[in-house]
């Protein structure tokens, strides 16, 4: 997993597998977090959100997480693609302008 | 689908010189920001703009730093004096409205030689 600011890990998986990317913050005041995707030569996409009022949104094979009482989320990705090849970043966006984290490299392997 | 372009792609610069990076915004977007990201380190957050002017700014946004909307359209980061460091990606990123997500251009790589 990732903790924002701190070192870049590599999660390697199988496709069809499902991945898990965890992420960890500081901020106990933080009320939104956002997931991101960034591919290779591209900018950041948006995957998902969540408030800090939830503790678990789904989206299209996606699921985040989020334990505010250790202050740490998750991204769950059902049944992994070589195209989910990316880095994951989480962020904080309080008032909308995101503090990021390092990033996850996700490797997916047909 | 609508989609924030930046311009150029790449950018290569000597050190003390200034550059223009320049962003498209999503055409109904109102907010705009830029980032940047050195090679292997996180998404850093420069400054956001809104109504033609700044509404927020990083630490990293100093004088030698500045933005305009010049038009309707185009939403530019200049450089004054480009230094080492400088070199980084660059990307600009639109939302419609505060409540919404951002959408992120492709990057304009800059390297300050």
């Known amino acids: 997993g990732e903790s924002v600011g701190l070192h870049l890990p590599t999660l390697s998986v199988q496709e069809g597998d499902n991945s898990i990317i965890n992420c960890a913050y500081s901020?106990?005041?933080?009320?939104?977090f956002i997931w991101y995707k960034q591919e290779s030569g591209k900018g950041p996409q948006f995957i998902i959100d969540?408030?800090?009022?939830?503790d678990k949104r789904q989206g299209q094979r996606v699921t985040v997480l989020l334990n505010k009482t250790v202050k740490h989320l998750s991204l769950q990705i059902a049944a992994t693609q070589p195209g989910d090849s990316a880095v994951y970043f989480c962020?904080?966006?309080?008032?909308?302008?995101?503090?990021f984290g390092r990033g996850t490299s996700l490797i997916v392997h047909p | 689908e609508p989609e924030v372009t930046q311009t150029p792609s790449h950018q290569v610069t000597q050190m003390g010189q200034e550059v223009i990076l320049r962003c498209v915004p999503i055409?109904?977007?109102?907010?705009f920001y830029w980032y940047r990201q050195i090679l292997g380190q996180k998404v850093e957050f420069l400054v956001s703009?809104?109504?033609?002017?700044?509404?927020?700014k990083s630490e990293i946004f100093d004088d030698q730093f500045s933005v305009e909307r010049p038009d309707g359209s185009n939403f530019t980061l200049k450089i004054r004096s480009t230094k080492l460091e400088d070199s980084a990606m660059y990307f600009c990123?639109?939302?419609?409205?505060?409540?919404?997500?951002?959408?992120f251009g492709p990057g304009t790589r800059l390297t300050v030689l």
């Open positions: 990123a639109s939302i419609a409205g505060v409540t919404d997500t951002q959408y």
């Open positions: 969540i408030r800090s009022n939830m």
């Open positions: 962020a904080e966006g309080g008032s909308y302008i995101p503090t």
């Open positions: 055409s109904n977007h109102l907010y």
């Open positions: 901020n106990s005041a933080s009320d939104y």
């Open positions: 703009f809104y109504n033609n002017e700044i509404s927020e």
